[in-house]
């Protein structure tokens, strides 16, 4: 029997990644020990490299969960050379071609680009290192009139969906402390919101996820009825807004007393001062985030 972590060393999945195709997919069922560690089986490793391999050349997980391992093996056999991705992408490489995607407006693509990514790099690194310099590539090459405001939008929007799809299946434990994840209003890009709201789900906390430029009255209001124990905000583009923090010291004053602020984005930086006046936990990185989070359960 073989624990989590030789099982990813041996598939090249990621425990997170091994965890969430159990927990939606049934695609295996590991033994549990007294303390409730997976063991697997050399089956299991089986299985998990065979959808690996589908997996990669483009096929989505919920539509080869249910093939058996001969099925799996037929398709991977199948399936020509330059349809194979390499196990480990260059991320440069995975980039450019998530750009070509965007720019044919390929849905299919880019859909397999990033399940490609996914796959071989781990749900934070993905986010990391993939997925958010591909995002300011895009809005680089909008801002510099090099892709139309469609292609932009068309990427802001499979995006998103991807990573929703994520955060639901990773979201599951409805007994986990609960936390309010949202951009304040005036913030229109919630690429690091959804991304924070992917970690706090994986860290094992019930995710309410209200999405971009939320009153702060909606806010406080979901915080006040769900008993939540923390709100993430995420700060991003306009970076110059000056409304921001009158709005972080009014949110501030009036948390519930139950809840901590945490906030975070790549504009963050700009409001430490005001942060720190008003008590919030200031976060510099999605693995910063993770540290913060446990320290709070």
Request: with cysteine.
């Amino acid at each position: 029997m073989h624990t989590i972590q030789s099982v990813a060393e041996k598939t090249g999945l990621t425990p997170d990644v091994i965890r969430i195709w159990e927990r939606r997919y049934n695609v295996v069922a590991p033994e549990r020990t007294p303390s409730n560690q997976r063991l697997y089986s050399d089956d299991d490793i089986e299985r998990l490299s065979l959808l690996r391999r589908v997996t990669e050349q483009g096929r989505r997980i919920s539509a080869v969960a249910a093939l058996s391992n001969e099925e799996l093996r037929d398709i991977t056999v199948s399936a020509t050379p330059s349809s194979r991705p390499a196990a480990n992408l260059a991320v440069n490489q995975t980039i450019a071609e998530a750009i070509d995607a965007i720019i044919e407006l390929n849905p299919v693509r880019l859909e397999q680009t990033l399940q490609q990514a996914f796959v071989s790099m781990g749900s934070v690194g993905f986010m990391l290192h993939f997925l958010y310099p591909l995002m300011e590539q895009v809005g680089e090459l909008w801002r510099s009139g090099a892709i139309r405001t469609c292609q932009e939008h068309f990427s802001s929007a499979h995006v998103r969906s991807f990573l929703g799809r994520f955060m639901l299946e990773a979201n599951t434990d409805a007994h986990g402390p609960r936390i309010i994840v949202a951009t304040l209003p005036g913030q229109l890009h919630e690429l690091g919101a959804t991304m924070s709201a992917v970690v706090a789900a994986q860290s094992g906390w019930n995710v309410i996820y209200l999405g971009a430029a939320v009153p702060l009255e909606e806010i406080l209001f979901c915080a006040e009825d769900k008993v939540a124990r923390a709100v993430a905000i995420s700060l991003g583009y306009p970076m110059d807004d000056p409304s921001i923090p009158l709005q972080l010291e009014q949110l501030g004053r009036s948390m519930p007393t139950q809840s901590r602020l945490i906030v975070g984005g790549s504009s963050a930086a700009r409001y430490t001062a005001t942060l720190a006046q008003i008590g919030a936990l200031q976060v510099d990185s999605l693995s910063n985030l993770s540290g913060v989070l446990d320290s709070l359960r």
